[in-house]
């Protein structure tokens, strides 16, 4: 069988038959045919990482559609276009997804200038959160993989990228390569970076001064608008509805838009359906919990980072203690570090045991913070997004007041890091949440049976755990 014998239409037909429609048009409509010979089709594609995630998820796809269409097997085999830059083969290797490979980055060929530095800083970008340091494995490859396209394609690859996944698992450090990756590309984009509250407050400002014209200009202006943080976006007002029209224009504009949040777009409770489907027309990639391989190879490159290198034993003891969240990791390597400089010690095993003697033990057998935030939040069915935001509804204020007396009285956590897990708030906000739950318990036996049933039932499953 010969290219010519190959109606390659009808595979494509056959194809659509059996993926939904978005994931047609995202991997299927940019294959090309480029020759078959003896039963082998080769097939062209736009980048690496298109090759990739058509031979992981869509190469039976593909070999089923053949068949039906010619009733012949066929080998598969890809091609990336001529002209694209990712013909580099290591670009390949990233998008290949080794666990503990460091990613490619694409900023790596030209160094940080001084420029480029106090620029990065200027748009509120952390140096250290760029592709080079983020590790990838199973957890997070098609996030990263993703976010690797739209800073090497902006605005072609996926538009809008939406990226979701709990906290500390890596959004804002991927959000951040990206801008890091667009700040170095010749000509160089204009781009905004920021948090969402940051763009709520400053929308407020504008509206409070009068000077809504100035905004929009301000935004509607940049190549590439990438929020960090989506889910503190609040229900039906006038921000949403802004943030809808800057979505809108940008998109239109055919600008890059990078988005980030706690849960996928559907559900985010605060989030008007126009939105939600709006952030689906892109790709939607997820950010999982670290397999234990790739925790060991993040603690690894964050050692690195800091100019140490752990010994073995180290990087495994704390791979196997700290699971859920890497921003806890780094604070591990942290204290370890700094245990070892005070104690002037070598950093062997003895001394990271002694050093996150309270973190692991906190972590196994007590309860912790989050263990209080599930608690309330599915007993007063809320959403953990609001249970962190500023809300000042007495639905949403109540139970964090619960929330904050409880991790006061079950954790030995201080007001000041207790008030870091609700949104950074100070210890006075907290101190006063735990004065009036104290207060009201003396005269409401309801909310006393409450609060006794949520500690009962997070201490059950704390023990449970262990
Ligand atoms: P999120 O925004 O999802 O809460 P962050 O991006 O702030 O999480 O990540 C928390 C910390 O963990 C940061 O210091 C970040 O550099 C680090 N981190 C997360 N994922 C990775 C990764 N895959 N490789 C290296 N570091 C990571
Ligand atoms: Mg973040």
Redesign the pocket.
């Known amino acids: 069988m010969s290219t010519a014998q190959l109606d390659w239409n009808s595979v494509l037909s056959e194809a659509q038959k059996r993926v939904r429609k978005q994931q047609f048009d995202t991997w299927f409509s940019n294959i090309s045919l480029v020759d078959l010979k003896d039963d082998k089709l080769l097939l062209g594609v736009p980048n690496a990482f298109f090759r990739d995630w058509l031979k992981t998820n869509y190469i039976d796809v593909i070999k089923e559609s053949v068949k039906v269409v010619t009733g012949n097997n066929v080998e598969i085999a890809f091609r990336l276009s001529p002209n694209d830059p990712e013909e580099d083969p290591t670009v390949g290797e990233a998008a290949r997804v080794q666990v503990g490979q460091p990613a490619y980055a694409p900023e790596s060929p030209r160094p940080f200038s001084r420029d480029l530095a106090s620029l990065a800083r200027e748009v509120g970008l952390h140096s250290q959160?760029i592709f080079n340091?983020?590790?990838v494995g199973p957890c997070?490859n098609l996030a990263h993989a993703a976010a690797l396209a739209v800073a090497e394609t902006p605005s072609q690859a996926y538009n809008p990228l939406f990226m979701h996944?709990s906290?500390?698992?890596?959004?804002?450090?991927l959000v951040q390569a990206i801008a890091h990756a667009l700040l170095n590309r010749r000509p160089r984009p204009k781009i905004l970076y920021m948090s969402c509250e940051n763009f709520m407050n400053q929308f407020i400002s504008a509206v409070r001064h009068g000077d809504i014209e100035n905004f929009r200009y301000r935004y509607r202006q940049v190549d590439a608008l990438l929020i960090d943080d989506i889910h503190f976006l609040g229900k039906g007002d006038r921000t949403q509805e802004e943030f809808f029209h800057t979505f809108n224009a940008l998109y239109n504009a055919q600008k890059q838009i990078v988005i980030t949040s706690d849960s996928p777009p559907k559900e985010i409770p605060t989030i008007e359906e126009r939105l939600v489907s709006r952030f689906k027309w892109g790709m939607v990639a997820k950010?999982s919990q670290p397999t234990y391989e790739t925790r060991v190879a993040?603690i690894q490159?964050?050692a690195q980072l800091k100019g140490r290198s752990f010994p073995e034993e180290v990087v495994n003891y704390i791979a196997e203690h700290i699971a859920s969240n890497?921003?806890e990791i780094?604070g591990a390597i942290i204290k370890i570090i700094g245990y070892a400089s005070l104690m002037n010690k070598q950093i062997d095993i003895i001394l990271a045991k002694d050093a996150l003697l309270d973190t692991i033990d906190r972590e196994r057998t007590t309860i912790s913070i989050e263990d209080t935030q599930n608690a309330v939040v599915g007993h007063f069915k809320i959403k953990l997004s609001d249970l962190q935001s500023k809300k000042r509804s007495k639905a949403i204020s109540h139970p964090r007041q619960v929330c904050m007396y409880l991790a006061r009285k079950l954790t030995d956590y201080s007001l000041k890091e207790i008030g870091g897990y609700f949104g950074g708030r100070d210890h006075s906000t907290v101190m006063h949440a735990c004065d009036k739950i104290t207060n009201m318990l003396e005269t409401d036996t309801f909310l006393a049976a409450t609060i006794e049933r949520l500690t009962e039932d997070m201490r059950k499953n704390v023990s449970k755990k262990r």
Request: hydrophobic letters at 35%.
């Open positions: 959160y340091n983020f590790v997070n996944g906290v500390g698992l890596g959004k804002t450090h950010l993040i490159k964050k890497i921003r780094e």
